[in-house]
């Protein structure tokens, strides 16, 4: 979309997070998704072989020191006439923005664009533009994913815990089992009069 917004009634003016824009030579939004390639089986859902990207938003601006508002509006009353560059100060917001790490909105005149971060800010300025902010942004949404909590039924735990008791059980029985029979063969001798008698008896 190639058009000139300055401030219209009925058209919202162009902003990024809180710095207004003061004209938008041009923006866009980009959709995009991935298809699977692999043949889909017949009575699939099909919703389940379709990947949507995130949207991608861009915006070609201009920032001026003298601003084209209404007399009456908040922005053209905290303006203060040759005490600070207003394009000095959008500046250093917009790579404030930038520097935060920080999702924010994104207002043109199609949409409003929330959850959004910079992929892209490139500034230029030449013997045209004068003392003007020329920019050109680029954003991309970022999605947030939910974490669901699931609760474990108690008697499953229960049960859990019962079978471990008995599996530790059974294992020691298995032990002594074992224990018992590579126990060296001891005469009945030995057992009745000791350890002297059996071995004369021997």
Known sequence: MSLVTFFYKNQPRGKIGSVMIDATINDGV??????????VEDGSFISDHITIDPYAVDIRGVITDTPFFLPDTDENANFKNGEESRVKSAYESLLALYSNKEPFNVVTGLDVYTNVFFTAFDVSRDANTGAALVFEAKF?????????????????IRVGKKDLAVSDVNKGAGQS???????PNVSIAYKLLGSTIG????
């Open 177 to 183: 089992s074992d224990a018992e029979s590579k126990r």
């Open 30 to 39: 980009s959709y995009s998704s991935e298809v699977s390639k692999f043949p």
């Open 140 to 156: 991309q949404k970022i999605l947030f994913a939910t974490p669901v909590i699931v609760k474990i039924p108690k008697e499953t």
């Open 199 to 202: 071995n004369l008896l021997r």
